[in-house]
């Protein structure tokens, strides 16, 4: 069994600032891709922002230039910086990883969601 738990969001005014964590855990032989989705009411989960185990990432336009991505691989977790934070941000956050297992299975592992709101 794998386990993903966010933590981090909340309710920031406008021009604000959050930062996300997500660690997995469990039977975790190695972590591969991470990343952020997140998904406003009424809508489809969109991403945000992924990193590979290598440390390349990838951003929505949306985002870019205000959200960094980052992971410790030491300890399988990923971080999302969200600054300048705009009201359109407001969504549950996701995090997701790809996971090898210490069983030979490789799976897509979702955490709870975080919810973010951010005010005006």
């Known amino acids: 069994q794998v386990q993903l738990v966010e933590s981090g969001g909340g309710l920031v005014q406008v021009g604000g600032s959050l930062r996300l964590s997500c660690a997995a855990s469990g039977s975790i032989f190695s972590v591969n891709a991470m990343g952020w989705y997140r998904q406003a009411p009424g809508k489809q989960r969109d991403l945000v922002a992924t990193?590979?185990?290598?440390?390349?990432?990838n951003y929505a336009d949306s985002v870019k230039g205000r959200f960094t991505i980052s992971r410790d691989n030491a300890k399988n977790t990923v971080y999302l910086q969200m600054n300048s934070l705009k009201p359109e941000d407001t969504a549950v956050y996701y995090c997701n990883a790809d996971i090898h297992n210490v069983f030979g299975g490789i799976s897509v592992s979702w955490g709870q969601g975080t919810q973010v709101t951010v005010s005006s």
């Open positions: 990193i590979t185990s290598g440390g390349s990432t």
